[in-house]
C-alpha cells in the first residue's frame, strides 16, 4: 500500500461555490427551509467542515410538491417536445463547461477521487441528459384496429397516447451524488414530468450546483425542485405525499420496504434502485491480463461504494492461488488519499459511521476463518480511510459473503469442474441481483453462464458494464423496474387509450 498522498487546496471557484448560502431551489427561488435548520457538509478525507447546507423538512416537501404541481399544469406542459430536447440538451451543455467546478465539489463532499467524478459526470451526467434530450421526441402511442360495441371495421378508431405521469419525487444516495441526480432528473423531464428530488443529506451540494445550471438554462420555475433534508423528515414526507404521482428510489433494500408502505397511501407508482452484492466468475481458460485489472476495479470502483461492485469472485480452482494473489497485489498498489489530488486512485468512506460498519465485517471476515490476503485496516489519522480488502476461502455460508458490505472489502471462493449449473446456483446464492460478470474465452460458456447468472445485467470480460442506452435495474431484492434505455422512460408515462365511433 503507499502512503496516502496528500491534500491539496481546492481551487478559488470551489471555495467560493462552498462559502454560500445553500438552500432550497422550490418554485425557481432559492428559499430558506421553514425550520431554518442546516446541517455541516463534511469532507471525509478530512473530517473538516466545508459547507452548511439548509436542511428541508416535511413542510418544505409539502411547498416543493404545490410548485411541482403548478409547473405541471403550467407553461411546462404546453411545451413542444421539441422545446423540452433544447432544454435537457442545454443542461448537458452547461452541466459539461461546469464539469472541473463539478468534479472538485463532489470529490470534496462524497470523497470520490476527482477523475472518477469527472468521468462519471461527463458520461453519465452530460451524455445521459443527452441520450434523454432525443427521447422526449419520440413518445408517441400507436393506432389500433378495433371493433368495439359490434360496431363495422372502419367505423371507429382507436388510439394511444404517452402521457407524463405527473410530479415526480426522485430520493437519491450520497454514493454517486451528481450522477443519481441526473439519472432521475433526465427521463423524468424527457417525459413531461416535473420533479421534487429529495438528496442524501450526507452530500446535497452538487445537486444544488445542478439546479442553479438547470434555472439558468430557463427551465420554467417548479420544473426542478430540490430539497436537501434528513430521509426520515424530508424523504418520509415525500414517499408518502398524497400530491406525488412517482417514487424513483435509489438506496438500500431496506429503506426501498420503507418506500413501497410510505407510498400506498395513494398508491403511487415507485421504481427502487436498491442493494447489491454481484457474483465475478472467473473460468480457468480467461484471460488474466484482462481478468486481474477487471475484477480489482469492479471490486474497489468508489472504494466498493457501488450498488453494482463485484463483492464476490468465484474462481476455478486451478487458477483460484494465482487470481487471488494478483489481484491482492493489484490492489495493495491502489494510491489512497483524498479525492481532491488527482493522484490518488481511491479515496475515503463516506462516513464514520461507514467506516466503522465496514470494518466490522472485516472483523467478522477474520472470526470466520476466511484469509485475509490484503487491507482489513483503516488507514491512521483523519479522513475515514480503508484499505482495500480482500478476503479468500469464503463460502457462502459467511456473513461477509451473504450481507451487502458497501465497502472496499472482496470474497473470493474457488469452484471445481461441476456444471455451470452448479457454479450458478452458488453465484445466485443471494437475496439480491442486481450485476454480475463472467469472464472466459469460450462464448458457449460465456453465454450459457450470463443467461444462468440471475442480475439485472451480466457483463462477460468486463465488469459493470453501464452506458445511458443499457437497461439498468436489480432482481430479487435489489429493485422494481428499470432505469436507462428506452425502458427507463416507461416509469414516467402513463399511456391513454382513447376510442371514437364515427
Ligand atoms: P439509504 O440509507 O437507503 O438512503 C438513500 C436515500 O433515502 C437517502 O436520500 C436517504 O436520506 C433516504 N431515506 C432514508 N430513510 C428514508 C425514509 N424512511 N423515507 C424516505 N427516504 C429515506 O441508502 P444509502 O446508505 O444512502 O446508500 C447506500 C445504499 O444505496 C446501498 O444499499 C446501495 O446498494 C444502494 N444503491 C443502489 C444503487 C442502484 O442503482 N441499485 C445505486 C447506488 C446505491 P438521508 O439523506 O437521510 O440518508
Ligand atoms: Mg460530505
Redesign the pocket.
Known amino acids: 500500500m503507499s502512503a496516502a498522498v496528500q491534500n491539496i487546496t481546492p481551487s478559488s471557484e470551489a471555495r467560493a461555490f462552498l462559502a454560500r448560502d445553500h438552500r432550497l431551489l422550490i418554485g425557481g427561488e432559492w428559499v430558506a427551509p421553514v425550520s431554518g435548520e442546516s446541517i455541516d ?4 478525507a478530512t473530517e473538516g467542515t ?1 459547507a452548511r447546507a439548509a436542511l428541508g423538512g416535511s413542510e418544505d416537501i409539502d411547498r416543493a410538491v404545490t410548485a411541482a404541481r403548478k409547473a405541471f399544469r403550467g407553461e411546462w406542459s404546453r411545451l413542444t417536445s421539441y422545446e423540452r430536447t433544447r432544454l435537457i440538451l442545454k443542461l448537458a451543455d452547461e452541466l459539461e463547461a461546469s464539469i472541473a467546478l463539478a468534479s472538485e465539489i463532489e470529490a ?4 470520490m477521487p476527482v477523475m472518477v467524478a469527472h468521468y462519471s459526470i461527463a458520461s453519465f451526467g452530460c451524455e445521459f441528459l443527452r441520450y434523454y434530450a432525443g427521447w422526449a421526441t419520440k413518445l408517441h402511442g400507436e393506432t389500433i384496429p378495433v371493433s368495439p360495441q359490434g360496431v363495422r371495421n372502419g367505423e371507429s378508431l382507436t388510439y394511444t397516447r404517452r402521457e407524463p405521469i405527473g410530479v415526480v419525487g426522485a430520493i437519491i444516495p ?1 454514493n454517486a451524488p451528481l450522477v443519481m441526480a441526473v439519472l432521475k432528473l433526465g427521463p423524468a423531464l424527457a417525459a413531461g414530468c416535473t420533479v421534487v428530488l429529495k438528496p442524501a443529506e ?2 446535497p ?1 452538487t445537486a444544488l450546483l445542478l439546479g442553479e445550471l438547470a434555472t439558468r438554462v430557463g427551465f420554467p420555475p417548479g420544473v426542478i425542485n430540490i430539497v436537501p433534508g434528513l430521509g426520515e423528515s424530508a424523504g418520509a414526507a415525500l414517499a408518502a405525499h398524497p400530491d406525488v404521482d412517482k417514487i424513483a428510489f435509489t438506496g438500500s433494500t431496506e429503506v426501498g420496504r420503507k418506500i413501497i408502505l410510505a407510498a400506498a397511501g395513494n398508491l403511487k407508482r415507485v421504481t427502487l434502485e436498491l442493494g447489491g452484492k454481484s457474483p465475478m466468475v472467473v473460468f480457468p481458460d480467461a484471460d488474466l491480463d484482462r481478468v486481474i485489472p477487471g475484477v480489482t476495479r469492479g471490486a474497489f470502483f468508489l472504494q466498493g461504494q457501488n450498488c453494482m461492485a463485484g463483492t464476490r469472485l468465484f474462481v476455478h480452482q486451478d487458477i483460484f492461488d494465482q487470481v487471488v494473489s494478483r489481484v491482492a497485489e493489484m490492489a495493495g498498489q491502489f494510491r489512497i488519499g483524498p479525492g481532491i489530488n488527482p493522484q490518488n486512485d481511491l479515496g475515503p468512506l ?1 462516513s464514520a459511521v461507514q467506516r466503522e460498519r465496514v470494518m466490522a465485517y472485516v472483523a467478522s471476515g477474520r472470526q470466520s476463518g476466511a484469509e485475509l490476503m490484503c487491507g482489513g485496516e483503516a488507514l491512521p489519522g483523519r479522513g475515514f480511510f480503508v484499505k482495500p480488502t480482500l478476503f479468500a476461502r469464503t463460502s457462502m455460508d459467511m456473513k461477509i459473503a451473504r450481507e451487502e458490505i458497501f465497502g472496499p472489502v472482496l470474497c473470493a471462493q474457488a469452484f471445481g469442474d461441476s456444471d455451470l449449473q452448479a457454479v450458478a446456483d452458488e453465484a445466485n446464492r443471494s437475496i439480491y441481483g442486481l450485476s454480475g460478470s463472467v469472464w472466459t474465452r469460450d462464448i458457449s460458456v460465456a453465454h450459457r453462464m450470463a443467461g444462468l447468472i440471475d442480475a439485472g445485467q451480466v457483463s462477460i470480460n468486463c465488469h459493470a458494464a453501464v452506458d445511458p442506452a443499457i437497461p439498468f435495474g436489480g432482481n430479487k431484492q435489489s429493485g422494481w423496474g428499470r432505469e436507462f434505455g428506452r425502458e427507463g422512460l416507461d416509469p414516467y408515462l402513463k399511456t391513454k387509450a382513447t376510442t371514437v365511433i364515427y
Open positions: 457538509i463534511i469532507d471525509p466545508i470534496l463532499d462524497n470523497g450520497w450526507l452530500t451540494l463516506i
